[in-house]
């Protein structure tokens, strides 16, 4: 309520991309501060043993994460657990640093609740990325690492950019996720055809394999696949012993400004991708679920669809900074008013 107010009377008078990095740097500053630090996550992270769920060998508190794009360089992992996550997914990071696409490249839509952007994977790169995954951390946030294509780099060494992405980058990660569904790096999402995704798939996981404690690995699609390639990335992804699929990125389906479209428009077509790959690899993969995720009421929808793990940005942006928090209180008490002792009992019960 307070932070509609704000939001409606402050924030949305402001560009949304200056708010965006005061957020990140105030969130950076809180990851510096350890009394403040823990004392939040003392009160508003996931400590419920009801909200704990295991995949891919990795404990995660509470099964509602963020998505990546919000802490494109490694900058605040921390600062975001205390405020409630359950896990921090970073990136999407280059091999290479990179501007990305020229300002104004981030859009709200208020009375969508949605966003569109076209950042077009602006970091610092793999190497100031790792500097940052290497310092030592006070709280135990699990970090997932997102990877992605160096702009100027052509396709035909597409395979070779994500192995030097991944081998900066896969020993410091809890889990490594290939995006190749980013909408705003050109000829990105034609990496999602089989043919071009098997020797990426193929190349990153060995990388993956090799580090001391076996990153898992998983790829992250669009919600413009047509069903039957979504079908085919599945296939390939069990396969190749991929660890999860995270579906999915944002859609370039609206009329609005040319970028990626986040937030309550996608929720039904992503929750549409999680069934159906649900349908095609039932427990054999873990799957992850972004797009449209607003309140518990949807994180459940999702966890009963087959997700294990459940990711949000945009609810974030329109929810507040106690968004995570509140929904892994909610979800806690709607675990055990349906008799389950915990989330992980849920997962895939309406699939
Ligand atoms: C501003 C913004 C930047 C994003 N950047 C990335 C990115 O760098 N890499 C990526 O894999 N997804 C990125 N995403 C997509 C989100 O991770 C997520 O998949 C998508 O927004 C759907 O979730 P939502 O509806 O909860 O926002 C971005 C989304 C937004 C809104």
């Not at 009160?43 to 509602?64: M, N, Q, T, Y």
């Not at 599945?234 to 370039?252: F, H």
Request: aromatic residues 4%; proline residues 5%.
């Amino acid at each position: 309520m307070m932070y509609r107010l704000v939001f409606m009377q402050v924030l949305r008078r402001f560009d949304a991309e200056a708010v965006h990095h005061l957020t990140v740097s105030a969130l950076a500053l809180l990851s510096r501060l350890p009394l403040l630090k823990r004392l939040l996550h003392r009160a508003l992270a996931p400590h419920d043993p009801a909200l704990r769920v295991s995949a891919f060998g990795v404990h995660f508190p509470g099964p509602l994460g963020l998505a990546a794009g919000f802490d494109k360089d490694a900058a605040c992992a921390e600062g975001i657990a205390a405020l409630g996550f359950g896990f921090v997914e970073v990136g999407t990071i280059t091999a290479h640093a990179q501007p990305g696409n020229p300002r104004p490249r981030l859009f709200r839509q208020v009375g969508e609740r949605a966003v569109i952007n076209r950042m077009g994977f602006n970091n610092a790169g793999a190497v100031a990325a790792a500097r940052r995954l290497r310092r030592t951390r006070s709280l135990p946030v699990v970090v997932g690492v997102n990877i992605g294509k160096t702009k100027v780099v052509p396709e035909s060494e597409a395979v070779a950019d994500y192995v030097a992405g991944a081998r900066t980058l896969a020993p410091l990660a809890d889990y490594l996720v290939v995006n190749v569904s980013s909408p705003n790096t050109p000829g990105l999402r034609n990496l999602q055809a089989v043919s071009l995704l098997r020797p990426l798939l193929t190349a990153v996981k060995e990388v993956a394999d090799g580090t001391p404690r076996r990153t898992p690995l998983l790829v992250k699609i669009a919600p413009d696949l047509a069903d039957e390639d979504v079908d085919a990335v599945a296939d390939l992804a069990v396969e190749l012993g991929l660890d999860g699929i995270i579906a999915t990125n944002t859609t370039i389906r609206h009329k609005g400004e040319t970028g990626g479209l986040s937030g309550r428009p996608l929720k039904s077509r992503s929750l549409e991708v999680l069934r159906r790959l649900r349908a095609k690899t039932g427990d054999r993969l873990t799957l992850v679920s972004a797009g449209g995720v607003e309140d518990v009421d949807d994180v459940w929808e999702r966890i009963l669809a087959g997700a294990t793990l459940v990711q949000g940005y945009t609810g974030w942006i329109y929810g507040g900074p106690l968004w995570a928090a509140r929904i892994h209180r909610q979800l806690a008490r709607r675990v055990r008013r349906h008799g389950l002792k915990s989330v992980a009992e849920a997962v895939g019960r309406t699939a």
